[in-house]
Structures are given as C-alpha cells and as structure tokens.
C-alpha cells in the first residue's frame, strides 16, 4: 500500500502540515474576478445553452478574443502555461495575478519576467489560451524566488485522538446543517472552488469533473450508490446557500449525490489547510491551488489529485474502488 493509502481522513484534518508536504503538486495561484452574482449565473446560463445548441447542431464554438496586457511574472521553460499580472481585461476580468495558459510555449519564446507585453486571450466554453504575445516595455520587479523543495511526509501515528471538525456542521447550498460524519460509509470526492473563478480551466473544470463523473457514475449498470462529492467554497462571505444552490443548478447537479458546503472562515480556513489547499484573499480576487482528494467507505484518504484538468475518468475509477471498500461503523470518524 503506498504511503498515500496510509492517511485516514481523521489524519487528514488533523494533520495539516504533514499532508501539505505529501502532497507534490504545481503551487498555481488563481485569482478570480468579482462579478456580481446576477450577471455571473446569467452569464452560465447562457454558456450553457450556447453549449448545447453547439452540441445539437454540431457547430464549432467560436472563442471569445479579449485584448490584454501585463507584466510576465513567471515562465517556466516547456511548461504551457505563463503567470502574468494582467492589467484589467474590458467587460471580462479585473487587474489580477493569472497563469495563462498556452497552445504553443513558443508564444512567449524570448520574453522573461519583467517584461511587459500586449496579448490576446482566448475563451472558449472549456478552454482558454494566450498567444500573439509582443513586449511593449520593461517592468523592474524582484528577483523570482527559488521554489522550496516539498519534503516526502513522515507515516502518521498508529492512533491519533478524534478530530472535532468531523462532527462540524457546515452549511450546504440547500441550507441543511451537514457534517463528515453524517456521510459515514459513503465514498467520497471533495475538492475546493469558488463560483467567481473567470477562466474555464481552473474552478469551473473542477465542477464540471464532478458533473461528468457523476453523470458517468448514474450511467453505470450495477453502479454503487454510496457516493458522494462536495465542493467546499472558500468564498464563503460571497458563495452564500442560494448562489451555491444557483452554481450548483447551472451543472445539473443531483443533491443526493452532490453537495457545495460553506461556513465560517475560521472552519473552512482549517478544512482547507488540513487538505493542502492554500488560498489567500485579496479583495475581490483570491489565489489558491488545487486538490480533489478521494476519501474511502471506511474514512481513509485513497488519492489526492493536486491540479486541474480533465479528471472525470479518473474520479469514476477511484470512487468505484473506494466504494468497494467494506465500510466500518467509525468510518470517516476514526
């Protein structure tokens, strides 16, 4: 068993540092806009229909093209994607820090953190990318700091006492008080989000991985049943009950097998770090990275994917052997 099967969920969330360090993954900051909640779930709606008419009549969308500028912050040679602090974007996203990401590395061949450029950024219902980079000046900024190394995390004790943040209850986007441990028994996927996120990549992909592996999951002949996802705003003064419910709406979600949890901050700080989510508010905007962690029938953390990205065929594959697991009486509560 890797070391990764080793962690209890109870571990998890209580052990915030150590499953930090285990987990190796890109530290990508996103920032989101603050558009207002009224023009942002019209906003999804009418992609969504554009999405099915696309689908129906077989027309290839056609990408949305903003111009842009900004100061490069970041590049990493052969990786697709750049972090700049863009300037704001007309009638799309506010002055913030964003990895971009690219069809070909070569767009920004030559260029290098400082250096300011004009760009043009393309958005499609699933995707988006920059290219057309040119430099149109020059920006003194401090020398990038080297990356810290992640260190492999040490086993975790054979019996640790019980996390009070298990019996917790969080709100979800129906309003109903919910704790981990109401889900005893039930194989579960949690990733982190906000509702504000511009770029489709990043938290929206995050959603659309649950609706697609959920609608995978309903599909399947002889499927287990006690599944369940939840995605934990870290929003919470913004993604209220209602906005989450409307978010939540906008993917089809089923409420008996998909919830959107919000709370306090202190209590979502602390389910966040336990997690390995790092996120830092500012203002509108917020930076964070990624994690979807699959938890067992019997409470123990099974996988952790630490990005974005297509992952619907992987969550099916995990929760059907997490499902599979004989649960115990004190699962998720150990």
């Not at 209580?14 to 530290?27: I, W």
């Not at 917020?286 to 630490?306: C, D, E, K, S, Y």
């Amino acid at each position: 068993m890797s070391a990764i099967n080793e962690f209890s969920w109870a571990a998890l969330v209580r052990n915030a540092s150590t499953l930090q360090r285990s987990c190796r993954g890109e530290a990508m900051r996103r920032r989101v806009n603050a558009s207002t909640p009224a023009l942002f779930f019209a906003a999804v709606l009418l992609l969504a229909a554009a999405t099915n008419l696309w689908a129906q009549t077989g027309t290839a969308a056609v990408p949305r093209t903003y111009a842009a500028r900004g100061v490069i912050l970041k590049i990493n040679p052969g990786e697709d994607e750049v972090m700049i602090r863009n300037e704001v974007i007309s009638n799309y996203m506010d002055a913030m820090d964003m990895p971009f990401p690219l069809k070909n590395p070569d767009a920004v061949a030559g260029l290098k953190r400082g250096d300011k450029v004009a760009f043009q950024l393309h958005v499609n219902p699933d995707n988006s990318w920059a290219d057309h980079f040119s430099k149109i000046g020059t920006v003194p900024l401090d020398k990038d700091p080297e990356p810290v190394e992640p260190k492999p995390a040490n086993p975790p004790p054979a019996a640790r006492p019980r996390s009070p943040l298990l019996d917790y209850k969080f709100t979800n986007e129906l309003g109903q008080a919910v704790s981990f441990n109401d889900l005893r028994g039930q194989a579960l996927a949690i990733t982190f989000f906000y509702t504000r996120c511009p770029l489709p990549d990043f938290c929206p992909r995050l959603s659309k991985n649950f609706q697609e592996a959920s609608q995978k999951l309903g599909a399947m002949r002889n499927a287990p049943t006690n599944w369940y996802f939840i995605s934990v705003s870290f929003d919470p003064e913004f993604d209220t009950p209602e906005i989450l419910r409307n978010y939540g709406n906008s993917y089809h979600y089923d409420p008996a097998h998909w919830s959107f949890f919000t709370g306090p901050p202190d209590k979502i700080a602390e389910l966040a770090r336990a997690a390995g989510v790092e996120y830092e508010a500012n203002g509108g905007s917020i930076n964070h990275n990624f994690r979807t962690l699959i938890i067992n029938a019997q409470g123990h953390l099974q996988m952790i994917f630490p990005t974005s990205g297509d992952l619907s065929d992987q969550i099916v594959s995990e929760i059907l052997k997490a499902a599979a697991v004989q649960p115990t009486s004190k699962a998720v509560a150990r």
